[in-house]
């Protein structure tokens, strides 16, 4: 894996690398049971400083377990580099399959326009999709992002590359 930030003065300013969820178009098993989660997430890790790495706390995230449209049951996993849920970011849950059991709104978004929403990635710094941890509930094949724009979106495929805004507890 090629080194996944551009830093200045150490300081971590983007990734510059987009990933999957996971290798095939299919949400089943959810975050918990997503490669983005389980190994993508693991090697980025490995890559930060390690005095950062020596603080990171583990934080329960809930997220459905996906692979259906109809609501089985939520997981919560462990996670010490997670991803946020729609509803912690945009405090709807307007396509994730179980948005409002996954969490709620953080302080920091709320109030927030679609700009704030925009993430961007690598040198050119283009404007990018960029993951939540929520599954879709219409269809077994999607996972919730925000688009380039800083909306919700429900079409984006578990096997698309995408940006990461992953958070972390210290």
């Not at 692979?67 to 919560?76: F, P």
């Not at 997670?82 to 109030?111: I, K, P, R």
């Not at 050119?124 to 269809?139: K, L």
Request: with cysteine.
């Amino acid at each position: 894996m090629s080194k996944p930030f551009t830093s200045v003065n150490d300081k971590l300013l983007f990734l510059n690398t987009q990933y999957s969820m996971n290798t095939s178009n299919i949400n089943e098993g959810g975050w918990n049971g997503s490669r983005l989660r389980t190994t993508t997430l693991p090697t980025i890790k490995a890559l930060l400083p390690q005095d950062l790495q020596n603080v990171i706390k583990l934080v329960d995230k809930k997220a459905a377990d996906g692979g259906s449209t109809n609501y089985t049951a939520t997981i919560t996993s462990s996670d010490d580099l997670f991803l946020l849920c729609e509803m912690e970011v945009a405090g709807t849950s307007s396509y994730a399959q179980d948005g409002t059991n996954e969490g709620t709104q953080y302080e920091y978004w709320v109030g927030k326009s679609l700009r704030d929403r925009i993430k961007h990635y690598g040198e050119e710094q283009t404007a990018t999709h960029w993951w939540f941890r929520s599954s879709i509930r219409t269809d077994t094949t999607n996972i919730v992002a925000i688009d380039p724009y800083g909306y919700v979106t429900n079409s984006t495929l578990a096997s698309y590359s995408r940006g990461l805004s992953f958070a972390i507890c210290i």
